[in-house]
Structures are given as C-alpha cells and as structure tokens.
C-alpha cells in the first residue's frame, strides 16, 4: 500500500475532498450553490477550443490549488462567506478530480496529466 503512489495520492485528494466538504457544511453554506457551482471549474477547458498549449494553461489555472486558497483568505480576512464557499466548493472540485486521476495538464493532449496518462 505505502510503495503505490498513485493509490496514496487519491486517497489523500479523497481526505481533502472530505475536508472541503465538512468545512462547507460546518459552516451552513447553500448545497444548491454547491451543486451549481461544483462543476464551474471545467470551464477552463474550453482553452482546448483554440489550442492545446492555451487550453492546459487555462486548466491548470482553474485546477491550482493557491487559486481558491486564495480566495478562501480573501473571503475570511475581508468578511464575506460568499468568496468562502465559492472557494471551498472550488477545492473540493479539484480534490474530487484528482481523486480520479484528472490531474494538471501537459501543453501536448489533454489526456497527459501530472497523475497519469488518462486512456
């Protein structure tokens, strides 16, 4: 179990995946603005309409983690939830595609990731 990484990283997008879950409900925010938005990150691959090379840089940017951490320190140090919860419902996204091996993108094919080639 210790020497598959593969299997060690999705069960830790799994626990990070659970954790922005738990904060998002210990902190009462909507579920219909989670089932709205938890899917909003994928709009970053329309990049891949114009070129590969655009198209992963824009993934990546949608798919970084510093993205909605920052937004979650904005959203608490400024007072308002909102750009909290969007920012946890942006990490949990990322977790949850991480936990099945969609990983930061490669500029050459979409299906080149940081996790794996996906087949």
């Not at 902190?27 to 994928?42: E, G, I, N, R």
Request: with cysteine.
């Amino acid at each position: 179990m210790l020497t598959r990484p593969a299997w060690l990283l999705r069960v830790e997008e799994a626990c990070l995946l659970s954790g922005a879950v738990w904060f998002y409900a210990h902190l009462h925010f909507s579920w219909w603005l989670f089932a709205v938005l938890f899917f909003t990150p994928d709009l970053f691959m329309l990049g891949y309409l114009v070129n590969p090379r655009l198209g992963s840089a824009a993934y990546n940017f949608g798919h970084a983690r510093f993205v909605p951490l920052a937004l979650l320190a904005a959203g608490y140090w400024s007072g308002h939830p909102a750009m909290s919860a969007v920012a946890l419902i942006w990490f949990a996204h990322i977790a949850f595609d991480r936990v099945f091996g969609y990983g930061l993108k490669y500029p050459t094919f979409f299906k080149d990731t940081h996790l794996q080639h996906i087949g």
